[in-house]
């Protein structure tokens, strides 16, 4: 029954944000699909996040037990604080790799020492900007 329910009730509220953002913010419904893949994405990043911070914790736990002289339970790491945390990275770093894809890292941003190319030459940061401050 419970589960019934908690389905309903996503159903419910999965169909009304479909409405809204079709009728009135004018989303392209096509569009639902991609939207469903980003998810996805999101999803293993998460889990790969949750995956590697419970990793490292046991990890840590497992070293402070051979080298400390006192017990270290790993029930240290069953807190549910570990999953919000791995949630909130994986959100971080998917919007972080959306980013980069959008606004692809030029010259300019990062920062490397060549301004950018003439003539198959590179041209020196400092020469670009000395030349771009003189009058023509």
Known sequence: ?????LLVLIA???AGAWAVG???????????????GRLL???GVIVIFLAANLLVAGLLILTARSVGPRFV???LADDVIVL??????????QAWRGRARCHPPTAERDGSLYAGATMGRAIPRRVARRSARRPP
């Open 1 to 5: 029954m419970q589960e019934g329910f």
């Open 12 to 14: 419910l509220t999965s």
């Open 22 to 36: 079709a009728r009135r913010l004018g989303l392209d419904p096509r569009a639902l699909g991609a939207a469903a």
């Open 41 to 43: 994405e999101s999803l």
């Open 73 to 75: 339970s790993l029930y």
């Open 84 to 93: 919000v945390l791995s949630v909130l990275q994986g959100l971080a770093f």
